[in-house]
């Protein structure tokens, strides 16, 4: 997606331990028009795919993951990092490392909110070695629900998410394809 990569030239910073900052967009700050683009090039390309839902994980998947949920007009459920005191209901857990955090924490879908007739996109930010993708898809897999795909807003395809997400046949769309970020700079697919 020209659109995504022309702003991650401009306005992305490349730091120690091939960490991608791009906060002043989607990370932190978030630029809603950006979004909406996102949104509606995942709608594209999963337009013929039955979604039902988007599941997401809470903070930087909301984004994109509720523009693609509007323009295919189905709900939006994000996976929490902490279950809040008022959720006493049943819920999936899973645990995810965060590669940039180097935490691990225990994400949560209440289950009333994913259901075995669920085709569900899940959608994130980031794809680096994948881990918060497996978390969604093991909460998917507890759910019954089946995964019609997986869109990355921006994936690190020199490490190993991209080829993992392959490998166990999910369909996988990421709008930005990064092949390195040699020399401080970010090296898109075909570029090399």
């Known amino acids: 997606m020209k659109l995504l990569e022309d702003r991650i030239r401009r306005d992305s910073e490349v730091l120690p331990g091939n960490v991608l900052k791009i906060n002043s967009f989607l990370n932190h700050q978030v630029d809603p028009e950006l979004m909406m683009a996102v949104g509606q090039e995942f709608a594209r390309l999963f337009q013929d795919s039955g979604v039902t839902k988007v ?9 994109p993951g509720v523009m693609a949920a509007y323009e295919l007009h189905v709900p939006m459920v994000f996976a929490r990092k902490k279950k809040p005191a008022t959720l006493n209901d049943a819920v999936y857990w899973a645990d995810v490392y965060s590669y940039t955090k180097k935490v691990t924490n225990q994400i949560c879908v209440e289950q009333k909110f ?3 007739d669920d085709n569900l996109l899940i959608i994130d930010d980031f794809l680096a070695n994948g881990e918060a ?8 897999k507890q759910a019954q629900a089946n995964i019609a795909g997986i869109g990355i ?8 998410g991209s080829a993992w997400i392959k490998e ?3 369909r996988l769309e990421a709008l930005a394809n990064i092949a390195s970020l040699r020399d401080n700079q ?6 090399e």
């Open 55 to 63: 599941l997401t994980c809470e903070a930087s998947g909301i984004a």
């Open 114 to 116: 994913l259901h075995e």
């Open 133 to 140: 993708v497996k978390g969604m898809i093991n909460i998917a």
């Open 153 to 160: 807003v921006v994936a690190k395809n020199f490490q190993g």
């Open 168 to 170: 166990h046949g999910y």
């Open 186 to 191: 970010v090296h898109f697919m075909g570029e």
